[in-house]
């Protein structure tokens, strides 16, 4: 496959961002010409590869990688779609390559995956939904990909946009589906027991709600967030709803990891400030409260990984599905910023600029 490294690329979006422990992150989007592209970060500078499908005809068929997970710095899986197919690419310290996927059925029936997650280099998960409503879930076991069966609640629309595994016996799958009757999206959660996927009851939510990302950090502790500040946690026994800031015009939270009991991150966007346009959204868990952290960034944030209390990274873009510029962002322990080399100044060319502080809570 043909791959080229050079300068970072500033029409991009990123959908998704997966850390190591020992400074390597990989960040994965697409560019403006819809071609899957990666980043990574190896503790002191950012280099982009695109992956050009199809050699000599950039973003015909259009890709694009939604999500990734690391197990080590030689075993890194990306997925998306690919001109309506599933898309899976993996890393394996040297170069990227695609790797079959079962199909869900004949050409042009298709489905995207919008979610990875690794228990280990022969135990991956990842979900999405076919382009006939249904549920999709493929199971890597260190060999090749297959299909795993999955509950599709009756009612329209329904897709996985997030899956977090805890352990070969306890995964979870979060996404939407649409009541036929009302027309009002709905959660939609399923769990693994190392056997079969069953849906599990999500709490009522009035008007509806759609999730788009899960994280868990034990078996009796998980976290679904998605639109609307929608927040969901789990305790070992059932999913509750638990209360989020307040924003003055909304907010959609698009991804969330945790890290403990006492430390999660939600990330996305929304509209702090009656009158002032989107701005990156960033909360945090301290194990009592969710509360907003100030973010540096206009725009939207898809993506939240973390490996430690000082150190968590948040991407996206300036303005997303529209060839923005790529947003990334760094936790410290102190505070979120740039990354070094990365938009390192709000006034340099390609890079968004910097929110306006937050006002007194």
């Known amino acids: 496959m043909p791959g080229q490294a050079g300068s970072l690329i500033v029409s991009s979006d990123l959908y998704g961002v997966a850390a190591l422990p020992a400074a390597s992150v990989w960040a994965v989007g697409s560019t403006a010409l819809t071609d899957p592209m990666t980043m990574h970060w190896d503790g ?52 990227w390559a695609v790797v079959p996927t079962p199909s869900p059925g004949p050409q042009g029936s298709g489905a995207d995956l919008y979610g990875v997650a690794a228990v280990s280099t022969r135990d991956i998960w990842a979900v999405g939904g076919t382009n006939d409503d249904k549920t999709w879930i493929i199971h890597w076991d260190g060999t090749g990909w297959s299909r795993v069966p999955s509950p599709t609640p009756a009612g329209l629309n329904a897709q996985l946009n997030g899956v977090a595994a805890v352990s070969p016996a306890s995964a979870w799958a ?12 709905l959660p939609l959660i399923e769990h693994w027991d190392g056997r079969t996927w069953t849906l599990v009851p999500s709490p009522a939510i009035p008007g509806g709600g759609a999730l788009m990302s899960v994280a868990a950090a034990s078996p ?19 999913w509750s709803r638990v209360s989020s800031p307040d924003l003055a015009g909304g907010s959609t939270l698009r991804s969330v990891a945790a890290l403990s009991a006492v430390s999660a991150w939600a990330v996305g966007t929304g509209i702090l400030c009656p009158g002032r346009g989107p701005m990156t959204l960033i909360e945090h868990w301290d194990g009592r409260a969710w509360t907003l952290v100030p973010s540096p960034a206009t725009g939207i944030l898809t993506a939240v990984t973390a490996t430690s209390p000082a150190s968590a990274w948040a991407v996206g873009s300036s303005s997303l599905g529209s060839g923005g510029s790529a947003v990334i962002e760094h936790w ?19 890079c968004p600029l910097p929110s306006t502080p937050l006002p007194p809570q």
């Open 44 to 95: 002191s500078t950012w280099t982009e590869k695109v992956l050009t499908l199809t050699l000599g005809q950039p973003g015909n068929p259009p890709g694009v990688f939604e999500a990734v997970a690391a197990v080590s710095a030689r075993d890194v899986w990306a997925v998306g779609v690919n001109a309506g197919e599933p898309l899976a690419e993996h890393w394996n310290g040297r170069a």
């Open 174 to 185: 979060i996404g939407t589906f649409t009541n036929p009757v009302t027309g009002t999206a």
């Open 220 to 238: 009796a502790s998980a976290w679904a967030v998605g639109r609307g500040g929608l927040i969901e946690h789990w305790d070992g026994r059932a």
């Open 332 to 350: 410290d322990g102190k505070t979120w910023t740039w990354p070094p080399g990365f938009c390192a100044s709000p006034s340099g060319s390609g």
